[in-house]
C-alpha cells in the first residue's frame, strides 16, 4: 500500500467527496516517510509545519482522523496520553506488537504475529474468532539492562503506570 498510497488516498477521498489538497497529502508522507517511529499528533503537526506554515492543528487532527477511518494508518495507545499513528501494512493480517521501555520509554516493535496457537485455542475454548490484537509488552530494553547492570535502582517512569 505505501507505494501507491498517495493515488489511493485521492480515490478515496474523492469518493467521499474531499478534495485532495497538500496538506492532507503532507499529513499521510509524513507517517508513511516515519514509519516505525509511532510518531504523536503533535510531532506529525511539528512535521507537516515545516513545509506547510500555514496549515493548522485542526486540520492535522482532522485529517489524521480521516485517514483512519480509511483505513491508511493505525492509531496506537501506548500509555503516554499519546495519539500515535504508524501506516498500516498489507502484509500484516494482524497488528505487530510493541516493547515498551518502562526505564526510557523507547518503543521498539515485534514484526511476528506469535500469537497463532493461542488465537486456536480461544477459538476451540471460547468459540471467538481473534480479528485483531494490541499487544504491548513492559520491560527494559538492551541500554537500560545494562546501565542498570551497575546496580543502580531502576526506577520505573511514574508517566507510564503498568496496571491500566
Ligand atoms: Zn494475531
Ligand atoms: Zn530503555
Ligand atoms: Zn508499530
Partial sequence: MISSNNLTF???LKVRGLRFTAQRKAVLDAIIQNDGK???SEE???LVKINSPEIGVATVYRTLMLLENMGFVHRIDLD???HRYEVSRNEEDHLHHHLICIQCGSIFEVKY???ESLEDQI???NNF???NHSVKFYGFCGYCMKNSSSGEIIKPLTSRPLNR
Fill in 44 to 46: 506529525i503537526y511539528d
Fill in 113 to 115: 504475529d506469535l500469537l
Fill in 123 to 125: 477459538l476451540k475454548e
Fill in 129 to 131: 474468532l481473534v480479528k
Fill in 38 to 40: 509511532h510518531l504523536s
Fill in 10 to 12: 485521492k480515490e478515496e
Fill in 80 to 82: 503516554d496520553g499519546k
